[in-house]
């Protein structure tokens, strides 16, 4: 799995923040490791120069090899609260997502129709 780690002109790219993302993200996600080809993190100040909190925006994409993007996004008052929750976000569609397709995939081997969501 490939993470790649964007920010914008607002948020300090202190030296680190990539990799600790990365391997905050890594770990979150490691489950899905041989299912998900890439996740992009961006970071983001939402509220850069007004004095409203949380500030702070993190959106995550991650791609299933052969399936559409995935994307979520939470904000919070510091970077690490955002990615955090992004992270654990993306964790739960993933795992529905993939929960879902497995039932379909035993449903169709049952001869089964089962009803797509959404």
Same mark, same amino acid.
């Given at each position: ?19 600790? +993302? ?5 770990? +979150? ?6 299912? +998900? ?82």
């Amino acid at each position: 799995m490939q993470i790649l780690v964007t920010t914008d002109h607002n948020v300090l790219g202190q030296e680190g923040l990539a990799s600790r +993302v990365e391997q905050d993200v890594m770990n +979150v996600l490691a489950r899905f490791a041989d299912d +998900v080809t890439r996740v992009v993190v961006h970071l983001s100040d939402d509220l850069s120069g007004k004095h409203k909190s949380p500030g702070k925006k993190c959106v995550m994409e991650a791609r299933l090899a052969g399936r559409a993007p995935l994307a979520v996004d939470h904000h919070g008052d510091s970077v690490k609260k955002s990615y955090d929750g992004a992270a654990r976000k993306l964790l739960r569609l993933l795992t529905s997502t993939t929960e879902r397709r497995k039932a379909h995939k035993r449903a169709a081997t049952r001869g089964v129709v089962v009803a797509e969501e959404g």
